[in-house]
């Protein structure tokens, strides 16, 4: 069985701060995605990473994938109240099937 | 223009009853996806229909009966509710083979209570 842990599973912080999540895995993933889900709605794909050592931007948002490809990290750099949400990251390694992480609970406060 | 969707978004019952959600994608994915979301947030593929067929089906209670009457609806029909069936469920849908990685396409979920 894939597992993905997360960690922090909460992190609450002051607006303009900067943070990490990480999501580590004892196991190889052929791509890892990064979703974020807001109360009441489903969780939106954020980005996709699929080769090892892999850096993606999106804004202030900043993606890497091991090298090994058993875990990533998300930066978030300056952070706003509009990132508040729920961070899971999912790890595809068997056919169509997604293994999703145990969830980082970001809050951030004005 | 909704991508997914799900009906009901909530639904609260009484223990014993059965019920059913329905879900719908108008993106033209062949894969469609059943996931249970618990208190605790965390997500866990239940089924999985590609092109009506069921390609996953992980460790769940035969009261759970997915239905694919085409590629664009996958519903989800629950027998004998328990308490322990109180979660949120998400319908997702991915792009065919070779032009994704995988990326899950989600509707806003169906929050089911059961008394």
């Known amino acids: 069985t894939q597992l993905l842990e997360q960690s922090p599973q909460f992190l609450s912080i002051q607006e303009g701060e900067n943070l990490t999540v990480y999501c580590n895995s004892s196991?190889?993933?052929?791509?890892l995605q990064w979703y974020r889900q807001e109360p009441g709605e489903g969780p939106v794909l954020l980005v996709t990473?699929?080769?090892?050592?892999e850096v993606k931007k999106l804004k202030r948002l900043t993606f890497q994938f091991g090298d090994a490809r058993k875990d990533s990290s998300l930066h978030i750099t300056a952070a706003q109240p509009g990132d508040t949400g729920l961070y899971l990251c999912?790890?595809?390694?068997?056919?169509?099937?997604?293994?999703f992480g145990t969830g980082t609970k970001l809050q951030v406060i004005p | 223009d909704t991508a997914v969707s799900q009906t009901p978004k909530y639904l609260v019952t009484q223990m014993g009853n059965d019920k059913s959600i329905k879900c719908e994608q108008n993106?033209?994915?062949?894969?469609m996806y059943w996931y249970k979301q618990d208190s605790k947030k965390f997500l866990k593929i239940m089924f999985s229909?590609?092109?009506?067929?069921?390609?996953i089906n992980e460790t769940v209670p035969n009261r759970f009966s997915p239905k694919s009457p085409d590629k664009a609806h996958l519903n989800l029909h629950i027998n004998s509710l328990e308490l322990g069936d109180s979660a949120v469920y998400f319908c997702?849908?991915?792009?065919?083979?070779?032009?994704?990685?995988?990326?899950?396409?989600f509707g806003p979920g169906t929050r089911l209570t059961v008394l």
């Open positions: 196991s190889v993933f052929s791509s």
């Open positions: 229909y590609n092109n009506k067929e069921l390609i």
């Open positions: 993106l033209g994915h062949d894969t």
């Open positions: 997702a849908s991915r792009p065919p083979s070779g032009s994704s990685y995988n990326e899950q396409f």
């Open positions: 999912a790890g595809s390694g068997g056919y169509q099937k997604v293994t």
């Open positions: 990473v699929v080769t090892g050592g």
